[in-house]
């Protein structure tokens, strides 16, 4: 318990220091030390608690309550002005409903209703808390040395704001780390929302128009989800008498009446919206504009992380029921569209945050379909992204500080210019695609399971999508691969944090793959017989499939290393689409005219254009939210009546 309580309050006391100390040296000091110090904590925390399973935690409740209550009130003041004051009148209005709705509830029903076990620490849990304290913690040290280049290129005299980035960073780690352990629904709740803020502040870190904007966005889109987790709170308080998390998901399990579904679709909902999936992803996409640790912090391992925990959570809730279906179609839908729209984009960072959305939907159609082996499918595609899509950001990052571009098309010669950083993107987006890596294997699992399920509808949303996934992987991974001539090695200028970072993710990426079957044996499916009750392998492949994958991973290893180094064979300068001049840079076209080459993708904008999948996404799970919560309003009706 006091790990716990250690991993939440540290990152707090860590945050308040880099508001006090300034300057670069001592912050960096600070952030390296404390990085350290909770990856230490998460592992700690994991060993201390990885063979009881399910660990639950009762204490003095009621002051920590009346607190968490009055930052609550505190927090929707400030969101209130700041509407306010950029005229963004609808979240003054949001915040108007939520707090008072909590408010009256914790006052009204809250203090009535007695708590068993307000921490719940199970393997998910420490799954998701080692992905916070070790991901999380290298994003914050990643941070050190690129926000002192982010900072070189703000107008001269512009104030320096990186402590309050740093203490946003801090502050949303010891958040993340309170959602992950909280059963007290209420509790959550509060670390939910200080997410929100956070991401609010993080993403309109600039103060541009356009920073200002997406964050407003954010604020908006997320204060839905958090009105719909508020909600979700009351029915099943006022309903059930309880506000436990594990008590929900035990009434579901039993069959403890048709109301219970109310309630897990609010909380559902609230884990649509924080994982960005239609229409509510509009949020993820703007928050591009924010420094890289940012995008990283938000879109790999922490904020949308926790919607798809929740869900996963709520999954033996959920299943073939309004709330399951609701769940499962919009993450089908997400996926699909979201994965054609990622074709015709060219902003690296675009085309980063349309994956991270397709991803994120896959696994919200595993919690969905509820079933164990759908499960398991989730858990380790929520695994296996963490790592690799952290380490796709942060080289797209420092690749933007260091070219001028984030835009694929300026990738050319890559290799040549930053050859270490090259490989590394192309660990990355190998991991997301190409067998036997993780990502590939565990959605290949998902497949099985949706087979399993007999809903058709899911199988062809992840042959089409995956398909979309293999296009524009493979257009990127050969803009990295191509050599190109004569360009400036400028890899010398990168930071020693980051590179640090970019190897440690990049060995992080190619271990889990390797102990693929160990991670799924020793933690995800003793997780999955805690929660199900199941008796018989829930793990949607088979062991023996799962050792050939690591012995292929294995052999292609082995093979980079063998065949690693300089060759002997004679080099030729490369034909062209003509006769190379000469450089490698030109080639003889028609008429015997120099030409430069030239290296272009095919965006295919007309056919899968961002509005289009917009519009279609957009349109439809709209449709879906509507008709779910209009017969779940006529169950609440039919039943009073």
């Known amino acids: 318990m006091s790990t716990i309580f250690f991993l939440i309050l540290f990152p707090l006391i860590v945050a308040i220091a880099l508001l006090i100390f300034k300057t670069d040296a001592v912050r960096d000091v600070i952030v390296k030390i404390s990085a350290a110090v909770i990856a230490a904590g998460?592992?700690?925390?994991?060993?201390?608690?990885?063979?009881?399973?399910?660990?639950?935690?009762?204490?003095?409740?009621?002051?920590?309550?009346?607190?968490?209550?009055?930052?609550?009130?505190?927090?929707?003041?400030?969101?209130?002005?700041?509407?306010?004051?950029h005229k963004k009148y609808l979240v003054?209005?949001?915040?108007?409903?939520?707090?008072?709705?909590?408010?009256?509830?914790?006052?009204?029903?809250?203090?009535?209703?007695?708590?068993?076990?307000?921490?719940?620490?199970?393997?998910?849990?420490?799954?998701?808390?080692?992905?916070?304290?070790?991901?999380?913690?290298?994003?914050?040290?990643?941070?050190?040395?690129?926000?002192?280049?982010?900072?070189?290129?703000?107008?001269?005299?512009?104030?320096?704001?990186?402590?309050?980035?740093?203490?946003?960073?801090?502050?949303?780690?010891?958040?993340?780390?309170?959602?992950v352990t909280c059963n007290n629904l209420v509790w959550m709740f509060f670390f939910w929302e200080i997410t929100t803020l956070c991401s609010f502040f993080l993403i309109g870190y600039t103060r541009t128009e356009e920073a200002t904007n997406n964050s407003f966005r954010q604020l908006i889109l997320n204060l839905v989800g958090g009105l719909a987790f508020a909600c979700g709170?009351?029915?099943?308080?006022?309903?059930?008498?309880?506000?436990?998390?594990?008590?929900?998901?035990?009434?579901?399990?039993?069959?403890?009446?048709?109301?219970?579904?109310?309630?897990?679709?609010?909380?559902?909902?609230?884990?649509?919206?924080?994982a960005a999936q239609m229409p509510f992803h509009s949020w993820l996409l703007g928050a591009m504009v924010a420094p890289t640790p940012t995008s990283a912090l938000l879109h790999s391992s922490t904020m949308v992380k926790a919607g798809v925990f929740l869900i996963l959570k709520l999954a033996p809730v959920l299943g073939f029921n309004i709330a399951g279906l609701m769940v499962m179609l919009i993450g089908g839908i997400t996926f699909t569209l979201a994965s054609f729209a990622a074709i015709s984009q060219s902003n690296a960072k675009r085309v980063l945050a349309y994956s991270t959305i397709a991803n994120l939907g896959l696994i919200c159609i595993c919690g969905g379909v509820g079933s164990e082996a759908a499960v398991w499918a989730g858990i380790m595609l929520l695994i296996f992204h963490a790592v690799t899509k952290s380490l796709m950001f942060l080289c797209v990052g420092t690749a933007e500080h260091h070219i001028g571009s984030r835009n694929i098309e300026d990738m050319d010669g890559l290799f040549g210019r930053m050859p270490k950083l090259a490989k590394l993107m192309m660990i990355g987006i190998s991991g997301m695609f190409v067998a036997p890596l993780g990502m590939l294997i565990s959605k290949w699992a998902a497949m099985v399971t949706f087979v399993d399920s007999g809903n058709f509808v899911l199988v062809a949303a992840i042959c089409f999508g995956s398909a979309a996934t293999a296009f524009y992987w493979t257009k990127w991974l050969g803009k990295l691969s191509a050599i190109v001539a004569n360009r400036e090695n400028v890899e010398g200028t990168v930071h020693g944090d980051e590179r640090f970072v970019h190897f440690t993710l990049a060995i992080l990426a190619v271990v889990i793959c390797l102990i693929f079957p160990l991670v799924s044996k020793a933690i995800v499916v003793p997780y999955i017989v805690g929660v199900f009750g199941a008796t018989e392998a829930v793990a949607a492949l088979s062991s023996s499939n799962l050792a050939i994958m690591c012995i292929m991973l294995a052999a292609v290893i082995l093979m980079v290393v063998l065949f690693f180094g300089k060759t002997s064979k004679k080099i030729v300068p490369l034909y062209m689409a003509g006769a190379n001049t000469g450089d490698n840079l030109h080639y003889m076209g028609s008429m015997q005219t120099p030409m430069?080459?030239?290296?272009?993708?095919?965006?295919?904008?007309?056919?899968?254009?961002?509005?289009?999948?917009?519009?279609?996404?957009?349109?439809?799970t709209i449709s879906i939210l509507l008709v779910v919560f209009a017969m779940l309003f006529a169950t609440v009706i039919g039943g009073l009546m």
Not at 52 to 66: H, N
Not at 137 to 166: N, T
């Open 233 to 274: 709170i009351v029915v099943l308080g006022c309903m059930y008498g309880t506000i436990e998390l594990d008590v929900l998901i035990s009434y579901g399990t039993a069959g403890m009446g048709a109301f219970v579904v109310i309630p897990a679709a609010c909380l559902a909902l609230a884990g649509l919206t924080k």
């Open 42 to 85: 998460s592992i700690v925390l994991a060993v201390q608690n990885f063979s009881e399973g399910g660990q639950m935690y009762d204490f003095e409740s009621e002051a920590i309550g009346t607190i968490m209550m009055v930052i609550e009130v505190i927090l929707a003041v400030i969101i209130f002005v700041l509407g306010c004051k």
């Open 92 to 179: 003054p209005v949001l915040a108007c409903i939520q707090t008072p709705l909590m408010v009256w509830f914790e006052l009204k029903h809250g203090h009535e209703i007695e708590v068993m076990h307000n921490m719940y620490l199970d393997r998910l849990s420490i799954i998701m808390a080692l992905v916070i304290g070790i991901v999380g913690s290298l994003i914050c040290v990643y941070a050190c040395g690129y926000m002192k280049d982010f900072q070189h290129h703000e107008p001269e005299g512009a104030k320096d704001r990186r402590p309050w980035f740093f203490f946003l960073m801090f502050v949303f780690l010891s958040a993340m780390f309170g959602i």
């Open 596 to 620: 430069e080459q030239s290296l272009r993708n095919w965006y295919m904008d007309s056919w899968f254009g961002e509005s289009k999948m917009n519009i279609l996404g957009l349109a439809s």
